[in-house]
């Protein structure tokens, strides 16, 4: 690769000219060596006739040269894998059309194994760093089968040890995507659908991009007979009949996608069936049309008033989903007989409409599991919760998931990413899934949209990522804010009012269940209440207020009290509430927030106002302006970009531009400036308008690879009435690096006054310090509970010129309990050590950089950079104790701060 190109990633295969439509991998890691055996079936049709290829030079000249008229060229992407060989099956074309018939239910290995015993051509082929060059048949379709062993270099492969000293292994979304897990076609329009054999010890759980959940396949004769063909014999299952006892595992995917969203992990974990929340029958009939809106909006567009959007689109029923295969009306036995194919199926058989499969997307239960290492088992609490309301949210907003199940694995520490979504599978980092607060479930919401925006909607230009990640971004948002609601009343609701109070104090139980029948009961009916406690309702105009005239008995360590009147008042939308409690003389008693913490989570959820909620939405959208102003400033012009190649460069051909760049995906400048360009439209046009625009560019686009310009297009199509124009919304936004003007105009003067307060006192109380241990030491502030709030205020500080002294530092800490927090809050308060030198917080910074390496490597720029050999010690002998599981990436930008040339 020429020196001009070094940071783009190659695009070598000739998609255009043989299209891959269908992978069988069969493979078998070696957790000894970090290899992987594999054997791999590409089913390949010619979409047109095969012409010389229009970049010779970059096949190898040998080849290139002794392509016979009969042969066509065959190009695939990889890196790291040492090839084997490569044959042409001997199979019969009408089974191949069989086979490939997309009525077919593949969901069972037999009619895998009917190519696996068959005979072989064994064809030429050459190898170049990213990519092999073969002769195929100038025929359609044709079988091909490549034996490879993967490299223990490959980056796309992470292989590593749990925090239980147990080897596993997992795809980390590397910027060369999969190509050193396998040979394929990696372009976006390259899609396809695929099978995989999996083959571990039975310790082993495994879990990958599957429509359903892994079919155990037993180890017989048979199957080895099948497997192991000549010359791969050798490597491939080889080691079955040993004392370890192995298994087969089968999985499919029917989603015709990218290869590039494969993802699969192999690790000693355990596997746990969850339950979602049902959705309405009511909520589940309107669903079923996802092209059918309320014809009353009534929140008028600002520039075209109410019905601002045009009506043709609201109608759309464009069902073509390409990229997605047709749902399944012929079941597997219609077509074999004795375990053979049969060639009279039709290769285009129309969906049967009377067929009682499940569709992908369909409506209520997604049948959803959690994959973890067991020591997480009692930490994973909150999300397990949360998890039903962030997947009824999602699927309110975008309509029904797109796909048949959700398995979310929690990856170990060195996990160099926070979440990667592939299809019908989430991975996420250990400082996500196990938080003690919600407030970082927004990524688990960000990585549920995925299913949306990245799988079943892609982008058709790889440089335009803005398209999945900026769509994520806003979507997370949307649907963290309805399911923190839909959790919050679920809280309220349940049988776990007790907790709704101070930590330290409990309702008796027979008042917890009378609070729970209230609470339940709509607004506008009479609640029902054990006939213990009669009540009183009274309603004003936007709240509704239950008196409960009897004793409320609370108790905590040191004495028990009794209350005569409590008050509970609730919003119409059940998400304000208050508690007021009096004693026997009639004095109120105010109960005070706990600080957050893994114990006290949820009442920090439930005691959340209607207004609060809305003004930590406020601080995270602030926050995600100033990380953007951030990477701004150190990231080169051509990565802020969302649009690089506008007007069709040379390079947008062959290449990912930027594609390799080291530095690249450490940036989120696509995320936070594709999320602020669609806030913009959505402030334009309005909240209700705009989220029916993004249901219906889903129901549109659904199948489809997009671009910038098809989204605009799409955009001014439906607000025909919007007066900014679509070139200038590119030009503004798109096509410019920076910050766009008028968003510097929105955020610019933005202040929170609690945060701001607190960060104030602390200033003040620098200059004279003295020790302070709790909240109660500065009663004229209130207290900063949520971690919004702590992160920001850890964030004024870190703008101060001022140095914090050590006493000023140690009662921060006390007071906020800042290095127990979220690892948003905690990497704040780690770079507020490191900045005051405050070195009995070294334990804590270490202990960041070892538990969320995901965040980490920012932190060791901080480090080197204080300039003091203390920190900068820390830095390197906590990098030497984790260099080694880390990722390459992650590990050559570390040592590159570490030990600058």
């Not at 040269?65 to 099956?89: F, P, Q, T, Y």
């Not at 979504?421 to 960000?446: E, K, V």
């Not at 939308?573 to 893994?598: C, F, M, W, Y």
Request: hydrophobic share 35%; net charge negative.
């Amino acid at each position: 690769m020429s020196s001009l190109l070094e940071n783009h990633l190659p695009l070598s295969s000739n998609s255009s000219d043989i299209k891959a439509s269908h992978y069988i991998l069969c493979m078998q890691p070696d957790f000894d060596t970090k290899t992987i055996s594999a054997k791999l079936f590409i089913l390949c049709t010619l979409p047109i006739a095969c012409e010389p290829m229009e970049q010779p030079g970059l096949l190898p000249k040998r080849l290139a040269d002794s392509v016979e008229d009969n042969m066509a060229h065959g190009v695939l992407d990889m890196n790291n894998i040492s090839i084997k060989s490569i044959s042409l099956v001997l199979c019969d074309e009408k089974d191949l059309l069989s086979y490939w018939n997309p009525a077919i239910v593949r969901n069972n290995p037999v009619l895998t194994k009917h190519f696996f015993a068959s005979g072989r051509n064994y064809i030429e082929f050459e190898e170049t760093t990213w990519f092999i060059h073969f002769k195929c048949p100038r025929k359609s379709p044709f079988l091909i089968c490549i034996e490879y062993v993967t490299s223990n270099a490959g980056v796309s492969i992470s292989w590593r040890e749990d925090e239980q000293g147990n080897p596993c292994f997992f795809t980390c979304g590397s910027a060369i995507n999969n190509r050193s897990l396998l040979p394929y076609q990696d372009t976006p329009s390259a899609l396809a659908t695929w099978e995989a054999f999996v083959v571990v010890e039975d310790k082993y759980s495994v879990s990958m991009s599957s429509d359903g959940s892994a079919v155990d396949i037993p180890i017989d004769t048979d199957l080895l007979r099948l497997f192991n063909t000549e010359p791969f014999s050798n490597n491939f299952m080889s080691n079955c009949k040993d004392t370890k006892p192995k298994k087969c595992l089968y999985f499919y995917c029917s989603l015709s996608l990218p290869l590039a969203t494969m993802a699969i992990a192999v690790g000693v974990w355990s596997v746990e069936t969850l339950n979602c929340a049902k959705i309405s029958q009511k909520e589940a009939e309107r669903k079923m049309l996802p092209n059918c809106y309320p014809e009353d909006i009534t929140e008028s567009c600002l520039h075209g008033g109410t019905h601002a959007f045009n009506s043709e689109f609201v109608n759309n029923k464009d069902t073509s989903h390409p990229m997605k295969l047709p749902v399944p009306g012929l079941d597997i036995n219609d077509v074999l007989h004795n375990n053979e194919l049969q060639s009279s199926v039709p290769v285009s058989g129309k969906r049967s409409s009377e067929s009682t499969s499940k569709p992908s997307g369909s409506v209520g239960n997604l049948p959803s599991s959690l994959v973890y290492p067991t020591s997480l088992s009692h930490r994973l609490e909150p999300l397990r919760q949360f998890l039903p309301h962030c997947l009824a949210a999602a699927e309110e907003l975008l309509g029904p998931h797109p796909c048949p199940r959700l398995e979310i694995v929690v990856l170990p520490q060195s996990y160099a990413s926070l979440g990667l979504a592939s299809p019908n599978l989430i991975f996420l980092a250990q400082c996500i899934a196990t938080a003690a607060d919600s407030s970082m479930f927004l990524r688990i919401a960000h990585e549920i949209s995925h299913a949306w925006f990245g799988i079943i909607i892609g982008a058709e230009d790889w440089t335009e990522e803005w398209l999945s990640e900026g769509f994520a971004t806003m979507a997370e948002e949307l649907i963290y804010e309805k399911a923190y609601r839909s959790f919050q009343i679920s809280l309220l609701s349940g049988n776990r009012m007790l907790e709704q109070c101070d930590e330290n104090l409990a309702f008796t139980g027979e008042t917890c269940k009378t609070l729970s029948q209230i609470t339940h009961s709509r607004l506008h009916e009479e609640p029902t209440c054990n006939s213990n406690f009669p009540f009183e309702k009274g309603r004003s105009e936007s709240n509704a207020i239950i008196h409960l005239r009897d004793k409320v008995t609370m108790s905590d360590s040191n004495s028990t009290a009794s209350f005569n009147n409590f008050e509970l008042i609730l919003s119409d939308s059940h998400v304000h509430k208050r508690l007021k409690i009096q004693n026997s003389a009639g004095e109120d008693i105010r109960l005070t927030r706990p600080n957050l913490d893994s114990s006290s989570w949820k009442n920090t959820i439930a005691s959340c106002s209607a207004d609060t909620i809305l003004e930590l939405k406020e601080i995270r959208i602030y926050l995600r302006y100033r990380k953007l102003v951030q990477e701004i400033e150190v990231s080169e012009e051509s990565l802020q970009t969302l649009q690089p190649n506008a007007g069709g460069s040379v390079e947008s051909t062959n290449y990912v531009l930027n594609g390799l760049q080291r530095d690249k995906p450490f940036l989120n400048v696509h995320y936070l400036k594709g999320f602020f360009l669609l806030r913009n439209l959505c402030d334009k046009v309005g909240d209700s308008n705009f989220k029916i625009f993004i249901k219906n560019y889903v129901s549109k686009f659904s199948g489809h690879l997009v671009t910038s310009d098809k989204f605009a297009d799409h955009f001014f199509s439906f607000f025909p009435n919007i007066s900014e124009s679509k070139s200038k919304l590119l030009s503004d936004w798109l096509q410019k690096p920076g910050i766009n003007d008028e968003l510097k105009q929105t955020f610019g003067q933005f202040e929170n006054p609690l945060s701001k307060a607190h960060c104030e006192f602390w200033l003040n109380f620098n200059r004279k310090p003295k020790t302070i241990k709790n909240h109660q030491s500065i009663p004229e502030l209130e207290q900063l509970v949520y971690p919004e709030h702590l992160q920001l205020f850890c964030e004024y500080l870190l703008e101060t010129e001022q140095r914090l002294c050590k006493t000023t530092m140690l009662s921060i800490d006390q007071t906020y309990n800042l290095s127990h927090q979220n690892c948003e809050v905690c990497h704040a308060w780690c770079e507020l050590i490191i900045k005051h030198d405050h070195r009995p917080g070294a334990a804590c910074v270490k202990k960041f950089l070892v538990e969320a390496q995901a965040m980490g490597i920012y932190l060791y720029g901080e480090l080197m950079i204080s300039g003091t050999k203390f920190w900068q010690n820390l830095a390197r002998s906590t990098y030497a104790s984790l260099k080694d599981s880390m990722e390459e990436n992650t590990r050559l930008n570390i040592e590159e701060m570490l030990y600058p040339q």
